[in-house]
């Protein structure tokens, strides 16, 4: 899957902004607060749901003392806390601010609590809200695969918190933004983006990224960076 012209692209976009990268992202693992705060930012997020309203909503459930182990550590709490969230997540007091200056709603308030108190849930079950250490146990694509068995996570998700908690910076988050750059680049990018595919692009980045001499995550990051500042705006 050799791709000339996204390895000249690439090339040229880390010779121009990877600097900037390099200082402002920092592969250093975090605390087990700062891994459960990602663990729970990925499982807030999703498919139409923005970066500025998933980072509102994991302030708004965290200022709010929902994002505890004891609510999550027994199955027979779980409706009581995915009932608490629900009515949180249907006031309007998230960001960003509309065009009307209101707070917003957060979004899918009827199936979003249900997928956060699972998440949870299965978090207690399998690691009693130690997160650092079970990641700290497991080699970094390991830890991947094992994220991925949690209702709510997926290949981009869990790709997403190893990157950002420092635990791999040889992994993509492969959001519809940068597929749509691949396919800009010329990339034959399918509707249906199975775990096979996932890796397989994956894998084509990896092989530029290593002929470039930048790790895989870093120009993932530039690329995020870039489409959050219009930089894919013409990519369609």
Not at 2 to 27: D, Q
Not at 122 to 151: G, I, M, Q, V, Y
């Amino acid at each position: 899957m050799e791709n000339t012209r996204a390895f000249n692209v690439l090339k040229e976009l880390w010779e121009t902004y990877g600097i900037a990268i390099e200082r402002e992202f920092s592969f250093v693992s975090k605390s087990n607060e700062q891994v459960i705060d990602e663990f729970f930012f990925v499982v807030l997020g999703g498919f139409g749901i923005s970066y500025e309203l998933n980072k509102s909503g994991l302030h708004v459930l965290k200022n709010k003392g929902l994002i505890e182990a004891k609510y999550y550590s027994s199955i027979s709490n779980l409706y009581i806390i995915e009932n608490v969230i629900k009515r949180e997540l249907s006031k309007k007091q998230f960001y960003p601010i509309t065009c009307n200056g209101q707070f917003r709603k957060y979004r899918f308030v009827e199936t979003k609590p249900k997928v956060i108190s699972k998440a949870g849930y299965w978090l207690w079950e399998n690691c009693h809200w130690r997160l650092f250490d079970k990641l700290n146990e497991l080699n970094s694509f390991d830890a991947r695969t094992w994220l991925c068995e949690c209702p709510g996570i997926g290949m981009k998700s869990a790709s997403w918190l190893l990157r950002n908690t420092g635990f791999n910076n040889d992994c993509a988050v492969l959001d519809i933004h940068i597929l749509r750059f691949l396919g800009y680049l010329g990339y034959n990018i399918p509707k249906n983006i199975t775990e096979k595919v996932y890796l397989q692009y994956e894998e084509a980045l990896r092989i530029i990224c290593l002929k470039i001499g930048v790790p895989l995550g870093k120009m993932d990051y530039l690329l995020w960076i870039l489409g959050r500042n219009g930089y894919f705006q013409f990519v369609r």
